[in-house]
């Protein structure tokens, strides 16, 4: 079974300012993928980044980047330059790919909040 | 261009009611998926068509639960007898199909059920 933890509840950042959110995965398969994706209070997911379990460098997005560890099993999404607009819900999801799989396992989610 | 859309988006009933979504995808998308997320959560997935055929079904979809999605275009979600504890938001997705990669998916607004 596949699980994702978000352990922030909820975090603050100043416009202009970088902020990480922090996503642990487990998993046994070795193939996978880690996606984040925004949800704003009108409650739609918006898809921003995503990593492959065999890819060598960190995924980046315009102003998202995913700093992936495998060995430490995390994907922690870095917001740089921070604006008013990116204050929403931020949620950590997986997919392993082993056996066609394609359903995501998604976390609890981090509240961010920025701040003038 | 067109993204997911769901219908209604708000829907209020009284317990032991019968109830109906409809999500229409992408227009090329060719797999579709239900989502349901409770307050504070993130989205748990229910299950997932390729085409007209329902190949994943989550356990948390229980008998009063059906699905369809008969022309491989748009899918409807029905709950049974519903109850208090079905209040949720339900979310739908799409994607395109392939093995591996991103294959993001993307979601609708969500039909928001609060069961009386």
């Known amino acids: 079974a596949q699980k994702i933890t978000q352990t922030q509840p909820g975090m603050f950042v100043q416009e202009k300012e970088a902020v990480t959110l922090d996503c642990t995965y487990d998993t046994s398969d070795q193939s996978y993928g880690l996606f984040w994706y925004k949800q704003p209070s009108s409650g739609e997911m918006i898809f921003l980044i995503y990593?492959?379990?065999?890819?060598?460098q960190n995924a980046t997005e315009g102003r998202y980047s995913l700093n992936f560890q495998k060995a430490r099993k995390s994907a922690n999404l870095v917001i740089s330059a921070s604006q008013l607009g990116d204050s929403a819900m931020y949620f950590c999801?997986?997919?392993?790919?082993?056996?066609?799989?394609?359903?995501?396992?998604f976390g609890t989610g981090t509240q961010l909040k920025v701040e003038l | 261009d067109t993204g997911v859309s769901q219908d209604p988006r708000h829907k209020i009933t009284k317990r032991g009611q019968n109830v109906t979504f409809r999500c229409d995808p992408i227009?090329?998308?060719?797999?579709l998926y239900w989502y349901r997320q409770t307050l504070g959560q993130g989205p748990e997935f229910l299950t997932y068509f390729q085409n007209e055929a329902q190949l994943e079904k989550s356990r948390l979809l229980s008998d009063r639960f059906s699905a369809e999605r008969p022309k491989g275009s748009f899918s409807t979600l029905e709950i049974q007898r519903t109850e208090q504890g079905d209040s949720a938001m339900y979310l739908c997705a799409s994607s395109l199909g392939g093995a591996g990669g991103p294959r993001e998916q993307f979601f609708g607004p969500g039909t928001r059920l609060t069961v009386l």
């Open positions: 227009s090329e998308h060719n797999r």
């Open positions: 999801a997986m997919r392993v790919y082993t056996g066609g799989g394609n359903k995501l396992t």
């Open positions: 990593q492959g379990s065999y890819d060598e």
